[in-house]
């Protein structure tokens, strides 16, 4: 646990895809590049087919729908475990709010 210098509620540990893969394959793993093409983008794989966003999983077991807004350095600091930046999903739940 110690890696988890912002606590485990703030690392992803698994997000949505686009496209079909099997969970098993470990060349199937989506890697930091990946993740940082952006959510929904159509340079990457990484998203969903619902509108807006992606759920993305925390190595707390939290679910959160992250929106296609979240911008690059967010999700560099939310998949590094030893990041201490202090992004947190907090920030998440603002840019949802925000639609409202």
């Given amino acids: 646990m110690g890696e988890f210098i912002g606590g485990t509620s703030n690392v992803i540990a698994i997000v949505e895809v686009k496209e079909p893969f099997n969970w098993m394959d470990p060349t199937a793993d989506v890697d930091l590049e990946e993740l940082l093409k952006g959510i929904n983008s159509p340079r990457g794989r990484v998203g969903s087919f619902h509108t ?49």
């Fill in 52 to 100: 807006g966003g992606m759920n993305v999983g925390m190595f707390d077991g939290a679910v959160w729908f992250f929106p296609d807004s979240v911008e690059t350095d967010v999700l560099r600091s939310l998949a590094e475990p030893a990041d201490d930046k202090g992004i947190g999903v907090e920030y998440i739940w603002f840019l949802q709010s925000q639609k409202h």
